[in-house]
């Protein structure tokens, strides 16, 4: 039981050096997490049920994910070489095409919820 306590603190840990290198290397998470809480603080006003407020912020927070994927992408592919490859090129456009995606679904899930307040 104590060994699996430390494991998941051990996980935990280096869950939030990998969060800490995102904040402190990408400015793109910055401004997602400001959106996050402008978005947020909308979600908690507005007369939404617990069932739209939950989609919309759970949202917000798969966004932050793909940016840390996105990111993780970027060092592998730099990590292996700095030279210009298509190949390295595509892979860090790919990883960036998949916050843009998510971002997008969370833009129509408030969209749909927006259209249904009116």
């Known amino acids: 039981m104590w060994q ?4 998941v603190r051990q996980r935990a840990i280096w ?11 990408e400015g793109s ?15 908690l006003v507005l007369p939404l049920t617990a069932g739209e407020r939950g989609m919309l912020l759970m949202g917000g ?9 996105n990111t ?5 592919v730099d ?6 490859r ?5 892979a860090k456009d790919c990883g960036s095409a998949a916050v843009a995606v998510t971002a ?5 899930a408030w969209v749909c919820v927006i259209v249904r307040l009116f």
């Open 4 to 7: 699996q306590v430390m494991r």
């Open 15 to 25: 869950s939030w050096e990998g969060f800490a290198h995102v904040w402190k290397t």
């Open 29 to 43: 998470l910055a401004q997602w997490i400001v959106a996050n809480i402008v978005f947020g603080i909308l979600a």
């Open 61 to 69: 927070i798969i966004v932050l994910a793909a940016e840390c994927m």
């Open 72 to 76: 993780a992408i970027e060092r592998i």
């Open 79 to 84: 990590d292996i070489s700095t030279e210009k």
């Open 86 to 90: 298509d190949a390295a090129k595509q």
């Open 104 to 108: 997008i679904g969370v833009g129509v």
